[in-house]
């Protein structure tokens, strides 16, 4: 699906219209509205219109702002617009077409940007749009971009479903205050050309830059969880205030039970993921961990071990933020966006890197892997990578002295792990760095960074490490960038993509073999240190020196 470009601002993938009759139909009452609140809000609704002569209507509204005569749009959205107006003329039908969600908010928030009454903290975000799956749309394409068409509607919930029970055509006020957010109720009516704030606080928040629902928090987060998520995620990434009232909501008992049991766990990683690919992932995690989410979202194994630091959250929180500053510190253009999402996981659950679970067959698995497969329900190849990155992590901190001073790597254990035998002291540092960067691949910088939250010891699960006025962030990125150096002046920056100077099957003719077996897997190891201490050596020097080799071998045994 293809987004429009809104001159720098990101829609979501397809944009969603709502279809009313023009005809006024009456107000249906439903359990939403009984609130003293939305009767006030309902008294005051707001529509700004956008004409050619600059005026802006408004009904019982606060102070009026001076605006611009229109809210542009691009090419592609006139055309899109124009097209299904047309459809309603041609047929005569009585219908309202009104576009909702973060299209509106967007441009609502450059429009005002462009009064000079900039919304406190704005920021551009990627999509989001509410595409819950209960929901009946009509879907088409048109002029290469993915349009959804539903009812406006008023709806009601169970205690134990984010899932609504009873859903009816509703008006569009109904529609409003049935939204997350009173950012995020706008609407864009197509037929008037106007912007309709119906809860009367949606340009009124977006300019003051506050998070608010537009009916009670309790209810609304009740009603469905994930709102709770979604406001930390607008609250974050817009730099906005998360209102008092909504963060005693948050934080109560059955609203956190709520999250835990009525929101699947897919969904909750969905708007995680969204929040650490972000602008500011370190935000929306400390509002999660003030509102004391951290372990409803990041839910642990029942049984694991060893024990963790009672404030271990905190700790992830804090080594998160410690990743972030560094990242930026180093420069976020080193890293893919792949890379920096994968590098902010690996430093929020840095804390958790030591501790492992057994499964249903006995077997110890990273507490981490569980973390991404069960609480989150994240791909594997996420948990696999943060927890390689883990591990290379630790292997650099064991060689990160020898390549700050090019001195010899004299780690014995890695003789045992790596086939290191018989290679010379002086070529071992490229030997042990090249198998670490083969294993870890275009996440070695990844993996450097984070060692670098340990810098210069792992001193385990702890913020002493991490404390500022004993390692400066300017001395772990000149570390990085000195480490990086030595890799680059080494020539391994690329090492996994070389090949094996011998393959399978002339390491069986020299070994006598008719099949593989942990014999050759063995033999592919010493190569392959031996093809990392003679860069410049031939497939035809690697012959002979196995062949040396494992005559020697033969008549020592």
């Not at 005809?23 to 008294?43: I, T």
């Not at 529609?175 to 009124?204: P, Q």
């Not at 990578?385 to 001195?407: C, N, Q, T, Y």
Request: hydrophobic share 40%; charged share 25%.
């Amino acid at each position: 699906m293809r987004a429009i470009n809104l001159q720098s601002l990101l829609l979501p993938p397809s944009l969603r219209f709502f279809s009313t009759l023009s005809s006024p139909r009456p107000f249906l009452p439903c359990r939403s509205f009984s609130s003293p609140r939305a009767s006030r809000c309902r008294s005051r609704a707001t529509v700004i219109r956008f004409s050619s002569c600059g005026a802006m209507a408004t009904a019982s509204a606060p102070p009026s702002v001076r605006l611009r005569d229109t809210i542009e749009l691009t090419g592609k959205e006139r055309q899109i617009f124009d097209r299904l107006l047309a459809t309603v003329r041609h047929f005569n039908l009585p219908t309202q077409l009104r576009v909702a969600g973060g299209w509106v908010r967007d441009k609502v928030t450059e429009y005002l940007a462009s009064t000079g009454e900039e919304a406190q903290g704005l920021a551009v975000i990627p999509s989001n749009p509410d595409q819950s799956k209960h929901l009946e749309t009509a879907r088409m394409r048109l002029y290469d971009v993915w349009i959804d068409f539903v009812n406006l509607r008023s709806e009601k919930y169970s205690e134990n479903s984010r899932i609504p029970t009873q859903m009816d055509f509703g008006t569009a006020e109904e529609d409003a205050y049935r939204r997350d957010l009173t950012i995020n109720s706008m609407f864009y009516n197509i037929n008037t050309s106007s912007v309709e704030d119906l809860t009367g606080r949606g340009i009124e928040d977006l300019k003051s830059g506050r998070i608010v629902t537009p009916l009670p928090p309790k209810e609304t987060f009740l009603d469905d969880p994930l709102r709770v998520l979604r406001a930390i995620r607008f609250g974050a990434r817009f730099r906005f205030t998360l209102d008092e009232e909504l963060k005693k909501a948050a934080a109560a008992d059955d609203v956190r039970d709520a999250l835990a049991a009525k929101i699947s766990k897919e969904r909750i990683g969905t708007e995680i993921d969204l929040m650490i690919s972000g602008n500011e992932p370190v935000k929306a995690v400390e509002y999660i961990y003030d509102l004391q989410l951290f372990s409803v979202v990041f839910g642990l194994p029942p049984d694991y071990e060893p024990a963790l630091p009672d404030d271990c959250n905190r700790f992830c929180v804090t080594y998160l933020g410690a990743g972030w500053n560094l990242l930026h510190s180093i420069g976020s253009s080193v890293f893919n966006d792949d890379q920096r999402r994968l590098a902010l996981y690996a430093a929020l659950f840095f804390p958790f890197r030591k501790a492992t679970y057994k499964d249903n067959k006995a077997k110890k698995i990273p507490v981490v892997n569980y973390i991404f497969r069960n609480s989150l329900k994240r791909k594997a190849s996420d948990a696999e990578m943060v927890i390689g990155v883990h591990s290379a992590a630790e292997r650099f901190l064991k060689l990160i002295p020898s390549l700050e001073s090019d001195r010899e790597c004299d780690f014995d254990e890695l003789d045992l792990n790596n086939g290191l035998g018989g290679i010379p002291a002086s070529s071992k540092l490229r030997v042990s760095v090249g198998f670490l960067l083969r294993d870890i691949k275009d996440f070695w910088r990844v993996a450097l960074l984070i060692s670098m939250l340990s810098y210069p010891s792992d001193v385990g699960c702890s913020e002493d490490s991490l404390d500022n006025s004993k390692h400066p962030i300017e001395k772990r990125r000149e570390a990085f960038k000195v480490v990086e150096d030595a890799i680059f002046r080494l020539g391994l920056e690329k090492v996994w993509e070389a090949k094996p100077l011998l393959n399978g099957k002339e390491i069986m003719s020299v070994l006598q073999l008719k099949a593989g077996g942990p014999l050759v897997r063995e033999w592919q190891q010493r190569i392959l240190a031996w093809q990392l201490a003679n860069p410049s050596g031939t497939a035809e020097e690697c012959l002979d020196w196995m062949r040396e080799t494992h005559q020697k071998r033969v008549k020592l045994e």
